[in-house]
């Protein structure tokens, strides 16, 4: 099994993912890591915190010469912003000179220091920030080396942004990531992307925010991951799960999920065929997104993630109420993007390739990348 774990606050010191059950062999350079996290900084509409802090990573253990050693990896991504926030983020004891008292509407402020018990909202907002997400992006970049050895490469782009939406195909290939990351939006149609910059310009000038909508693309997925015995075993529901745990996420579908509820039956399966050259079976459409019963087909996975526009403002307007006064009054603002939805891409492929990698672990297993690899083309040559 792959399983991970991220801890840190976003103004800490650092962020910490260890990973665990990689197998040995695999091999890894921190600037795997690095590009990962580079690429989770793309996007127009990013505020000026992204020009500010730098996503230092560094490996602490588990891998040693270029190569993981089958025991847990863990990644340290250092905040170079820490020297400002020392004291009013210090671990000994003490108390912080300016409590937050001002939840913000469609953050976990309230309700988290409802839960916990806190009477400052910065004792939520700092673990409930998207910054936790760079730990995630690092997890997912081992991830997607190890997917990389069986062929598989996952991907993403943005496909609406406010109410400017691209059209539903042509989609990107693995060979045109470097195009949609070039976009400012990182939008495969020009057009579309014309219209998106806009609408992200006309809400910067209210200072106003903007969501959207990310489609993640599986190319080389293979045959019979996850399975169809148990609720919590189907493919399409740990997906559904991994995108929804992403800050701001409202929205998962797979395939064309909430376009084929309104077809009929008959136009709204993929009719299934034999191909000769390859033989092998292949689908006609992907309106499952490549997941049948639980199950990945072999074909393109495709899962899309509904992003909620970002409830902090340049211009805060949103009516909250001060917790010590119980008066009306509008919440506080913290630095912040017009929109994250780019970088929202980056993110949603690093929890594909983290499921698609610890379903492939679960199904062809092996203590080495070899014996991984070769479990795999074992299984293959039988279908």
């Not at 050693?69 to 991504?77: A, D, E, N």
Request: glycine share 10%; net charge negative.
């Amino acid at each position: 099994m792959l399983r991970y774990l991220t801890a840190g606050e976003s103004h800490g010191p650092a962020l910490v993912v260890v990973v665990e059950g990689l197998p040995a062999g695999l091999p890894l350079t921190i600037d795997v890591v690095a590009d990962e996290l580079a690429r989770r900084r793309l996007g127009y509409g990013r505020g000026p915190r992204q020009r500010f802090e730098q996503d230092e990573a560094e490996f602490l253990g588990g891998v040693r010469h270029g190569r993981t050693l089958g025991s847990p990896v863990s990644v340290i991504i250092r905040n170079s912003e820490w020297p400002k926030w020392e004291e009013e983020m210090a671990a000994a004891p003490g108390a912080t000179a300016k409590p937050l008292h001002q939840p913000r509407p469609g953050h976990a402020d309230l309700v988290g220091m409802q839960k916990y018990g806190f009477t400052d909202a910065r004792d939520v907002l700092e673990r409930a920030s998207a910054r936790e997400t760079a730990a995630r992006v690092a997890a997912g970049a081992l991830a997607k080396a190890l997917l990389s050895h069986l062929g598989t490469e996952v991907i993403s782009h943005v496909i609406q942004m406010g109410d400017a939406r691209a059209p539903g195909e042509p989609r990107p290939t693995p060979a045109d990531l470097a195009r949609v990351d070039e976009s400012p939006v990182r939008c495969f149609d020009p057009a579309a992307e014309e219209r998106m910059v806009a609408a992200v310009k006309a809400a910067a000038k209210d200072g106003d925010s903007l969501g959207g909508v990310v489609e993640v693309l599986g190319y080389g997925v293979p045959v019979a991951l996850g399975s169809h015995v148990h609720w919590d075993r189907k493919i399409d529901g740990l997906l559904a799960q991994a995108l929804m745990s992403i800050q701001a996420i409202k929205g998962v579908e797979i395939g064309d999920g909430f376009e084929v509820a309104g077809r009929r039956g008959s136009a709204a399966h993929d009719e299934i065929f034999w191909d000769d050259a390859a033989s092998d079976y292949t689908r006609g459409s992907t309106l499952a997104g490549g997941v049948e019963g639980g199950i990945t087909t072999g074909g393109l996975l495709v899962a899309r993630a509904a992003m909620k526009p970002l409830a902090t403002l340049n211009r805060p307007t949103l009516r909250t109420v001060d917790t010590e006064t119980k008066e009306s009054t509008v919440s506080f603002k913290e630095r912040t993007d017009v929109t994250a939805v780019p970088a929202c891409g980056v993110i949603a492929e690093t929890m594909v390739s983290l499921v698609l990698a610890g379903e492939a672990l679960r199904k062809f297993g092996g203590d080495s990348l070899d014996e991984f690899v070769r479990n795999h083309r074992a299984f293959a040559a039988t279908l």
